[in-house]
């Protein structure tokens, strides 16, 4: 029985351990124990083109530099006039300044800020030491000076800034520098997060040009607000090849040089994933282009491709189509949208048991119609498909409560001998036909769908902000008033109870401490995963008490 104490005791440290291990690693800018490995190294080093253009940093009085072209005098320097143009759709609310065609600012108007609910989520945005852009440029030689960049000031047609019922609107920009014109054409559809972006390349000088079209998402390399130590979630570039497939990178990495990623690929995306939402810029299919990541200023880091347009002669234009999804990670519409786009939703290492726990779940919300209750009906499935090896596990469990009395006799007979008090014990666990083993069956198997389930959780922007009932109006938070934490402890006190108990009077103070110890934790944890476990609890002491008492009555 010592034995089977000790072992279930010390699987819980363990894996608490490695729960608390790993959040401490993820908030610290590690790699999780419990995401992929990272992608295999190229052999070529990613590209890092040194003529995309940097803007001024934030709150900078300094005119943005230019790149350089050979044999070309430097253009000069002029005060950008500019004007941010406002779009609103159903679904977001977008400034892009003129000067650039820089997204600076977008706001997701169906999902609240996680924190200040009389606010909206908004992703690219610049205030105070945040900055998140998304900018697209040309970069290539021309006699005739630089070409249009994200720090050209662009003239903005006329038209319609809101959908007024419509299905879509376009905002429409050029620009001409270096004997090029660049158009770029916006263009926002309703209920899309979508938002199509062509670029329209016209030579307008006597010269034959060889521009290049620049993608690039810019952001600080600081933690989410509010992020905390049990709570930690990842922001970071992250990018998609059909050769090396999903490869998450960190703006550590890109400081010291070591982000090693596809360089080349005629397919994919390269993006800015966070806590539940992604942008992603991408390029247009089997064209060939360049993957670069560096760093454009202090703490301030750049993920983007390059793509050759090909030699341009006079009079001539050419047009690319290019798409940018800034919005929430919701796996279907991911799915539709790029291959691979869906592994934003980063389920870790476990994500062959999370996905399939989400499309149960995604089921039965599509009946229940609440995140919470189908958190209790998926507990209650898991449940029955565990029955046979639980019931076995507590089956055992029940035979040990039995002969309690009997290991207590052995342990004061042979109280001066170890040796034979454990041969003695082993008999008895025979002649009984005992596993000592047999009440970890419980525990062992649960863990996996109990760790499947927290990465769900934290993943899943279907359950954010969803409530269940009364005080619980977010299960991806920890429960406000720590109700389910409580009932936690109180059920897994009952379990204690149930159990066989130790004959070692420092182990059962130990036992009964735990539920206290672990209470405590999840006053952290998502309540979504406190309300799994507290349900677990309830089903596993109806199951136990059952079976307990059929042993005892037997006996």
Known sequence: MELNKRTILWIVFAISLIVLWNNWMVANGKQSLFSPAPPAKVAQQPAKPSDVPVAAQPGSTAVPGTPAVAGAAPAAPAAPVSQIVTITTDVVKVNIDSAGGVIKRLELLHYPDHFDKTKNQVLFDVSGNNVYLGQTGLIGNS?????????????????????????????????????????????????????GIRHDVTNVGAAPVQPSLYLQLQHDGNKPANDSWFMSSYTGPTLYTDADKYQKLTFEEIEKNKAE???????????????????????????????????????????????????????????????????????KTLEGIAPGLELVKDYGMLTVIAKPIFWVMDQLHSL??????????????IKLAFFPLSAAGYRSMAKMRVVTPKMQAIRERYKNDPMKMQQATMELYKAEKINPLGGCLPILVQMPVFFALYWVLQASVEMRGAPWIGWIQDLTQPDPYFILPILYAVSMYITTKLNPQPTDPVQAKMMLFMPLAFSVIFFFFPSGLVLYWVVNNILSIAQQWVITKKFEGAK
Request: charged share 15%; net charge positive.
């Open 143 to 195: 006699a005739a000076g630089v070409l249009p960049n994200h720090n050209t000031v662009f003239t903005v047609r006329p038209g319609v800034r809101t959908l007024n019922g419509g299905n879509q609107v376009q905002l429409v920009m050029d620009a001409e520098q270096g004997g090029v014109r660049l158009t770029k054409t916006f263009t926002f559809r309703k209920g899309d997060y979508v938002v």
């Open 261 to 331: 990623h596809s360089a080349k690929a005629d397919n994919g995306w390269v993006a800015i994933s966070q806590h539940f939402f992604v942008s992603a810029f991408i390029p247009a299919d089997k064209v060939q282009r360049d993957i670069y990541t560096k760093k454009i200023a202090t703490n301030l880091y750049a993920i983007g491709t390059v793509q050759p347009l090909g030699t341009v002669a006079p009079g001539a234009t050419v047009s690319t189509d290019t798409r940018l999804y800034s919005g929430p990670q919701d796996e």
């Open 368 to 381: 229940l119609g609440n995140w919470g209750w189908t958190i209790v009906a998926l507990t209650i499935l």
